[in-house]
Structures are given as C-alpha cells and as structure tokens.
C-alpha cells in the first residue's frame, strides 16, 4: 500500500505559499499514512512531465525554512492545460501511486482542480489550497498569503509617509498589485495611525478612475497639507472601461501597458505643475519575507493541513476556505470549513460597495476593520515630535 | 552658562539618519555639559524661522524609537541657502545659546556646513555627521544610510529571484537610487549565495549605457537559463552623457525623466520579444526598517556620538568619517576619524574602476568583499531544493 500525495502550485507566488507547502508536510507525517510528498516541478507542466520531488527528503530540521521562503520553492506555472492533458492525469497518478492531489492557487488554479477531480472520477481525491496576493477568490472570507502582501503595502506606505513628509516631496504615487480586484490596494489604508497620515488618496479598479477628479482631489490635499501620497491600483480603468494608461507595446499574444504610478506622477507634473514621483513595487511587495504576517503564515501553514486532512478523510472537489468565528472580546479567529470548488473556479471576487467611500478615492472604516487583524500584528511605531510638543503646549 | 546643541537635517533621508539624531541626544546626557539638544524643525529653513525643537523633551524611555523610524523626525530640505542666510545664522545661534551645531546630510549639507563654520569664525563649533544611501560622500570609507539601503536592496533582489525564478518570469528589471554614483546599485550583487543567482546583470551610472551590449546580454541569459534579473541604476546614461530615458516633461526648473526599469522593461519586450517587467522601489528602499543593517544603525549612532564629542573637544569645521581597522582575524572593524571639511565638500565620490568588471554589466569580487560587512547579518537563506536533489544524486 502506497499513498503518495502530489502538490501542484500554479499563477503567481506570494510570501507563504510555501507555508502551505509546510502544513502539507507537516500533516502528512503526522497522520502517518503518507510514504511520498511529491512537488510538482514547475506546476502542471511538471505534472505531465512526471517531474516530481519527494519533499519528505528535506531533511525534518530544515523543513522550517520552507516558513521563510518566499515565491514558490517547487515552482509554479502559467500554463494552460488541454482537454487532452487531463485526460493523462489519472494514468500518471496511479503509475506513481498518488492518492491525493492538492491544487495550490488562486481561481485560475481552483478551475484546473475542479477539472483534475472531474478527469479523475473519484479514483484521487483532489482539494484546493487558497492562495492569492489579491484575495479574490470566491466564498472565503480571506485567503493565505494576502494578509502578508497587504502588511508590506501598508508598512511600506507608511514609511514613505514618513520620507514624503519629512523632506517634502510634493507628491508621490505608489503602485499597487491586484489588476481587477482592489483589496490589496485598499490594504494600504492600515498606513495610518494618526490623522492626517498616509495614504491621502486610495484609487482602487473597482471604481473608474476621472483624472479630472484625481487631479482636483491632489491639488486640494497638495494646497492644504504640502504633500500628497496616493497609493494607486495597477488596474486602473476609465469610464468606458479602457486602462488609464496607454498600451506601450502590443504582440500577437498581449498587450504590454506603462506603469500606473509612473503615469499619475506625470499628469501631477504635467497639468497641475507640482513635482510629483512614482514607486512600483511591484513583486517586491510579492515575496518580501521580512513583512510576513503571522497570522497569515499560521493560516497558510493550517490551510495546507486542513487540505490533506480533507483528501485523507474522503474529500475531493473542494477547496479550504477561511471563515471567521464570533468571539465574546470580538478579537480575530478564524477557522477553516470545506467550499464546492465550483463555488470558486474562475470567479474574481471584487471589493464590494461598502468597503469604498462615495467619491471612490478612499476605503471605508468597515473595510480597515475587517483587514486590520489579517496583517498579523501591526505595523511599526514611529517617533512623532507632534506628540510631545501638544504635551508641553497642552 | 547655557550650551546648547542644534542638529540640522539636510537632504534625502535614510532609515539610520534618526539613530544619528539618537547617538547626538545620548552623547549630550552622558557627556553632562549640555542643556538643550534642539532639532531645526524642516532644515536650514527651520534655522532662519528659529524652528528649535528640544529633544530632549523626548522621555528617555521612548527615546530609543528614533532608532527605528525612518525618514527624518525632525524634517529635513533641500532649499538652498543664499549668502545673506549665512550671515544672519551667528546671531541666531546666539540667541538661543547654541554653542555647537551639527550638520547630517550628503556632501551638498557638507558645503552648507563649511559655510555656516566660515560664517560662525569659531565662535560656535560646527562638525558634520555623513549621511547618504548614495555613499558619495568623499574620504570616509563608507556613510551611514548606506549600509541599511544596501541591505534592503541585496536583500529585495534576492527574494525578487525566487520569484522570478519559480514562475518563471522571462525578465525583471529592478531600479535602484544613485543618479551619479553607483555604490547602491552594485550592492544588489550581495543578492547571490549560489552560482547563477541573481543579480545576473548589474548596470552602473559609472559606464555609459550601450543598449545594444544591453540587449545581448539579456538574450544570452535568457537562452541559457530562461530567466534574468537585470538591477540598472535610475541614471543611466549613454556614450554622450544623455540620459537613456528621454525627459517626459521639461519646467523652468526641471526636467522629468521616465523610469529606467520601465523603459529597459520595454525594450526587451519590443526588441527581443521577450516578455519583462519592471519594479521601481524607489523611495521604498531609502525608509526601510526591516531591512535596517545592525551594523549601519550603530555607526549612525557612532557617527552622531562622535560629531558632539569632536564639537566639545574644540573642533569645527570637520566631517566624521569611517575607516576600516586592521584585525587579526580579518573580520570588519570600523573607527571614526575627523575630516576636514574642505575636503568633502560638494565633491561626488563614485564607485572606482577595480569594482566594476570589463564588459561594465557587473562588479568584481573586491566590491562584494568590500561591501559586505555593512550589510550587517546578511540577508535571509532560503530553501532550494537543488541541493537535496544534488545530495541523492551522488
């Protein structure tokens, strides 16, 4: 008897996608039942290559670092698959002995699930493992790995605000990843701890972005404070729908746009004759270990658990979910239940309505609120002389 | 009898400029003869409104949170000063009984400092501290700011690799600050633990940018090993001195450049076909705790410590600098030494022929061995499964 389990990562990395590849490990030598975790090298490619790695030969004391490594240390890919390739996936499975099959990914990744377990007709059970810097999957409340890019977006504008506001800078832009869906944008709000702080304007895709009305809320805050920081979503779409920023190359295949910050910072420049820069992160913000959120690496490892402990008890065609509990001090729990993966494949979960203010240049106290304890912890405290000079004025 | 001390930020911040601002406060109470640590409130602009602010008024017990903040607490600017500025400033001292003035920035604060000392004619001692993640500051070994701006940058490149690497991406470039000198940008070499890491490519403001070398090289890696991670500094400029970037937009005061990462980022998509992006963390870099060097921060408050004592013991019109100890053993020891001010004023220090290679698309093993002390720690080690897998090969 040989049950061997095979984890498959697919789309983009983010800090603790390896966590889950941890939880997976972890639950797997502790229900004693597994002889191989194999990783797919380099996702679903991997898979039809049959190019597996046995991540039980980490050696157990070393296994830790897999807490701490960003991106994805079995790899990942973007490759679409054909009808025929899930038509070869039960044969490869049963000629290596795999009984279980966890799909790490966001939607994209949750509908190559839904269709290996349709492919596979019981025989494997196959479980999804959220996973997504942009937190738009479907159905549960959050998902692994947001938590830590929203931490580094808001620690990081809140140290540009600090360098804004220090030297002055006028004006500065900062770009956001999460190309339909603005939750990590919005995520920046948790920047502020005082009045006044940044970010002082939040534009997020889900709202169509009127340079008039940017370039009008800029000079305002800009006449008013002196210095200005927006943080800016790279999907920014106008009116009719088409992204703010000119295609600077187009191929048979894609369409290759400017940067977003890059393109605000201008139009500052430009039509309101302010000095104004732009930042882009960009996958910087995607793999920074140093801004893990705890509680994000916690859940990453508690969903990749929970997946094995799923395929292990039955399971198959469903994805982890997180789901958060009532507490007497109301203070942050979650806890994890089993979602249909029709439920999730291919729908983007967007911000909704009550979590973007009226004018759409700003996220509500409803939405800080639910972000807030995802990010594990805070924020650092900075030293403000404000505070002590009100102290001896008062 | 009334000594006073004032502090003066000029310039761009750095995430140790207020663990300078630390060391001065901590030298001012152990040293006992001081009365009143003021910060200039917004630079030398603060000195002409007579802007003070007593640091002192800081409980000690929050003290320590200067260590940590980035930017500067007590603002900062880039206004230049004209000579009437110069002449009001013994008065001012004065009037508040400012017996010794010290001046953190770059080599332009630096002139600013020589000035005010020529102005002041020994009446008030006036002594710089060295500040700048540029490291251009002339004579001193190295500059407090640079240390933690390196850090995070070596550090940034390297989890940007993982990224790239496990997707794949085909190529990622990544800006770095350092419009003249290219100390910052050649840091990111620290980014490699294993042969064939990146950094693969490193362009330097030093070298005139050839963009068809650029072009090669890129290609020749992405033959090779599918996938580049290229660090180019935002100053690049070709074999006639002109900016690689053409000015998106020209004022009476300025001309606006795009960013390099975006436009090389371009050029390999519409050249080579090849897909790229590019991430500009900017200002991100410069405030960075997380990435603070340990060994950086204590310097910073070392260099700021020293500045007080060499103000009390009598001198004016010097720069603390760095050099390194000999030690038996090899490891990194640094001691400060007085610098005349003369000599570091506004000259530019750039990085020296031995640390750059031939082809000028990387620097040499004598820059990695010079620079990485002052990272202080290193940076994270990750897990790489090529090594269990070369370990059941053999």
Known sequence: ?????????????????????????????????????????????????????????????????LLRTPASAIGSSRFALEDGDYAKMPGIFRKHGIKYVLLNGGNGTMDTCGKIDAACGGRVNVVGIPKTIDNDIAVTDHTPGYGSAARYLAGTVHEVGEDVRSLPIHVCVVEAMGRNAGWLTAASVLARKEKGDAPHLIYLPERPFDEEEFLEDVKALYDRQGQVVVVASEGLRDADGNPVVEPVFRTERAVYYGDVSSYLAGLVVRRLGIKARGEKPGICGRASVPWQSEVDREEAVLAGKEALRAAMEGCSGVMIGFRRKETPGKEYRAETFRVPIKEVMMYEKTLPDEYINERGNDVTEAFAQWCSPLIGGGIPEFIRLDKYKKEIQS
């Open 1 to 65: 008897m040989e049950d061997n389990v095979l984890v498959i990562h697919g789309g983009g990395p983010t800090p603790v996608i390896n966590a889950s590849l941890y939880g997976v490990i972890k639950q797997a030598v502790e229900s004693g039942g597994i002889r191989k975790v194999y990783g797919a090298l380099g996702g679903t490619r991997g898979v039809l290559e049959e190019d597996f790695f046995d991540l039980l030969r980490i050696p157990e004391e070393e296994r830790e670092l």
